[in-house]
């Protein structure tokens, strides 16, 4: 992510989710959800920007795709950077009402399944195509520099998704499901893992 790309890549990833399951769930009037899913990104970019692993594709000179990474030893991350993610990314679920519960009760789910990968990984945070760019290969070529990365350091890479027909997606880039992360009355997420590649040849 170059200086100055930070609000282009919110809006890209924001609109990536327009369809997103969770956010469908938790935020169903259009408008919050438009709001929360701009808090949201902006919250999960924030706290990656740091460690300058945010990787986007350009088509046409317009940012089509984002990945937002977390390197090894940045997750958990820790006291203050929980609390400065959670008070910049409270907007994006202030609206859900009495589905609240539902979410914090999910997030403290995927929080303890991610603490049961032990070793240091590569953690995928955020993984989104602008909707007019998917499909071009955009997804792929944000993905690869920390694949290849993650292939020749011998590093795992971790995910987490709420989209079933993703788990295809994501195995074609070698990553495997770990666990489904089912709870009565909210949506279902997958968490997967890339163990890395050994060299070609």
């Known amino acids: 992510m170059q200086t100055g790309e930070r609000p282009a890549v919110i809006g890209a990833l ?3 989710f327009y369809d997103d399951p969770l956010f469908s769930y938790f935020l169903p009037d ?6 929360g899913l701009l808090s949201f990104m902006a919250a999960g970019v924030a706290d990656a920007a740091p460690f300058d692993s945010i990787w986007v594709a350009r088509t046409g000179g317009k940012l089509a795709c984002a990945a937002v990474w977390l390197p090894p030893g940045t997750y958990p991350r820790g006291m203050r950077r929980d609390i400065m993610t959670n008070l910049r990314g409270i907007p994006s ?3 859900s009402g009495r589905r609240l519960s539902g979410a914090v009760r999910l997030l403290s789910a995927l929080d303890k399944a991610h603490h049961e990968l032990a ?4 953690y ?5 195509t602008d909707p007019l760019f998917q499909r071009s290969g955009a997804g792929s070529a944000t993905l690869r520099p920390v694949l290849e ?3 020749a350091d011998g590093i795992t890479a971790y995910l987490e998704t709420q989209k079933e ?6 195995a074609r880039h070698a990553f495997e499901v ?12 997958w968490t997967l893992s890339r163990k890395p590649r050994p060299p070609a040849g």
């Open 119 to 122: 070793e240091p990984h590569y």
């Open 149 to 151: 990365r993650c292939d």
């Open 124 to 128: 995928l945070a955020i993984l989104g």
């Open 30 to 35: 259009p408008i919050s959800q438009s709001k």
């Open 165 to 170: 027909e993703n788990i295809a997606y994501y």
């Open 14 to 16: 924001a609109r990536a």
């Open 93 to 95: 679920f202030v609206r």
């Open 178 to 189: 770990i666990e489904k992360v089912d709870l009565d009355g909210v949506p279902n997420v």
